[in-house]
C-alpha cells in the first residue's frame, strides 16, 4: 500500500453482541489492540473512543496503520468508514476489513480484494459509502446454520463453548497473517491465511499410544 492502512473491524455494539459470531471482526481487531496495548513497539494511540466509531493508531507488520471499530450497528457501518477515509485522506482501496463470513466453515478464512457482499450488511454499507468494492476483506468462517431462514438469528449468537478454541485459534493467525500482509505483502498473505487449518485433535487412539497417557 502507498499510505496508512486502515484495518475495519465489522462487529455491533454493545455487551450483548461482544462474543457472537457477527462481531468475529472486533474479535479479531481485539487481539490486535492487547498486544499493541503491551507493546511498546507497536506504538498504540487512541484517536477516537465514541461517537461513530473507536479509532486507533499502531504498527503492524512494521507499518504504521488506523484501526477502526464502527460504533454504528453493522447495517451503518460505511458511514463510520467513509468519515474516517475523508478525515485522514485516504483511499477507501486502503481498507482492510475484518468480517465474519458465512461461507466458510469455523477454522477457516480467507483474504481476497473486492467481489461482492454476499448478504453482508456490514459489507453492503462499506460499498454504499465508498462507491467501491476494492479493498481488501479478511472473511472469518462461522458456518452456516442448517436452515437457510435461521441465519439471522444464528449471526447473532454466541459462539456454543465448543468453538472457542477454533475461535481463539483463528484470533492468532489473523493477526500473523494481518503482520504478514503488512510486512510482505498480500501473495504471502494470502497463502498463510487461506491455507489454515485448525490443528488435528489426537484419535482416542492416538492418546493411548502416547506415553503415559494410561497412568
Known sequence: MDSTPLIIALGNPGP??????????????????????????MSLKKLQAGGDF?????TLGGMNCLLAKPLTYMNLSGRAAARILGKHA???????????ELDLPLGRMKLKRGGGANGHRGIESLVEHTGTEDFLRLRL?????????????FVLEEFAP?????????????????????????????QMLNAFRLPEAPSPLEKMDTPGALG
Open 16 to 41: 450483548q453482541y461482544e462474543r457472537t459470531r457477527h462481531n468475529f471482526g472486533f474479535l479479531v481487531a481485539d487481539v490486535i489492540l492487547d498486544q499493541a496495548a503491551s507493546r511498546k513497539s
Open 54 to 58: 473507536e479509532l486507533y493508531s499502531l
Open 90 to 100: 485516504l483511499p477507501a482501496t486502503n481498507m482492510v476489513v475484518l468480517h465474519d
Open 141 to 153: 468462517g462461522t458456518g452456516r446454520p442448517q436452515y437457510s431462514g435461521d441465519v439471522a438469528k
Open 162 to 190: 465448543a468453538d472457542l478454541p477454533a475461535v481463539e485459534a483463528v484470533r492468532q493467525a489473523a493477526v500473523k497473517g494481518l503482520a504478514l500482509l503488512f510486512r510482505r505483502g498480500q501473495a504471502e498473505a494470502v
